[in-house]
């Protein structure tokens, strides 16, 4: 009966670190599509600052700063190869639209930041 205790006690333990493991990966996931959410609409509201540079030049600033805060998070949060690259491109086009604005280029290109963005979506999409 004792040894029949220890393996039920075994399996049962067995089952919930297993739940729990799955648990975590879900978080994870969950945790990617939120941001990557998030990300998609601090493109478009950076493609609504280049638009509208004239009237307000410090919103495509703004844009990419919350388009580098939810990276950080993102990049943190994550092993996975495939979605560290889509990150580390993202990344480089949003470094590129910061230097075009610094350089005085007030509607710069940011196709490569929605192409990048849209393939953290892909990555992070279950």
């Given at each position: 009966?004792?040894?029949?205790?220890?393996?039920?006690?075994?399996?049962?333990?067995?089952?919930?670190?297993?739940t729990v493991v799955g648990c975590g990966a879900?978080?994870?996931?969950?945790?990617?599509?939120?941001?990557?959410?998030?990300?998609?609409?601090?493109?478009?509201?950076?493609?609504?600052?280049?638009?509208?540079?004239?009237?307000?030049?410090?919103?495509?600033?703004?844009?990419?700063?919350?388009?580098?805060?939810?990276?950080?998070?993102?990049?943190?949060?994550?092993?996975?190869?495939?979605?560290?690259?889509?990150?580390?491109?993202?990344?480089?086009?949003?470094?590129?639209?910061?230097?075009?604005?610094?350089?005085?280029?007030?509607?710069?290109?940011?196709?490569?930041?929605?192409?990048?963005?849209?393939?953290?979506?892909k990555v992070c999409t279950p």
């Open positions: 009966m004792r040894r029949a205790s220890t393996a039920l006690a075994t399996v049962t333990a067995a089952v919930a670190l297993s879900v978080d994870k996931a969950i945790d990617c599509v939120r941001t990557a959410d998030a990300i998609a609409s601090s493109v478009d509201d950076l493609g609504r600052a280049v638009a509208n540079a004239t009237d307000n030049p410090t919103k495509a600033d703004q844009a990419l700063d919350n388009i580098d805060k939810d990276l950080s998070s993102l990049k943190g949060k994550t092993d996975d190869a495939d979605l560290s690259k889509a990150v580390d491109n993202l990344n480089k086009a949003v470094g590129n639209v910061r230097s075009a604005i610094k350089n005085g280029d007030n509607t710069p290109d940011i196709s490569p930041v929605r192409d990048a963005a849209k393939e953290v979506g």
